[in-house]
Nanobody
Framework: VQLQASGGGLVQAGESVKLSCRAS????????IGWFRQAPGKEREGVAC????????YYIDSVRGRFIISSDSAKNTVYLQMNSLKPEDTAVYYC?????????????????????WGQGTLVTVSS
């Protein structure tokens, strides 16, 4: 399984960024793809995830209404559209795959559900 994240950069507060996660090496139409982030000195936290089977989504409270996760099965790619960015959104963002559908039986977005990870992409939001 390979996941490749891209799209990060430096933006100002209030602006938007769209991250992409291209996946290969597994059945893309099953399982979950999640986006996670890790800010300096903080633990990695889940941001959003999407079920590849039915397209259902989940967001943490701090990004709900601002971020949108979507997928394009033809391109084997999952996107994270991040709008109205805030300085506290600054972090390295990672995408990951839960091939075993552990997320079906979990509350929240625990990183432990995800067995395959891509490299991170840095998003910096200046005030």
């Amino acid at each position: 399984v390979q996941l490749q994240a891209s799209g990060g950069g430096l933006v100002q507060a209030g602006e938007s960024v769209k991250l992409s996660c291209r996946a290969s090496g597994f059945i893309f139409d099953d399982g979950y793809i999640g986006w996670f982030r890790q800010a300096p000195g903080k633990e990695r936290e889940g941001v959003a995830c999407i079920s590849r089977a039915d397209g259902s989504t989940y967001y943490i409270d701090s990004v709900r209404g601002r971020f949108i996760i979507s997928s394009d099965s033809a391109k084997n790619t999952v996107y994270l559209q991040m709008n109205s960015l805030k300085p506290e959104d600054t972090a390295v963002y990672y995408c990951a795959a839960d091939e075993d559908n552990k997320s079906l039986y979990s509350d929240g977005l625990p990183p432990s559900n995800y067995g395959s990870w891509g490299q991170g992409t840095l998003v910096t939001v200046s005030s």
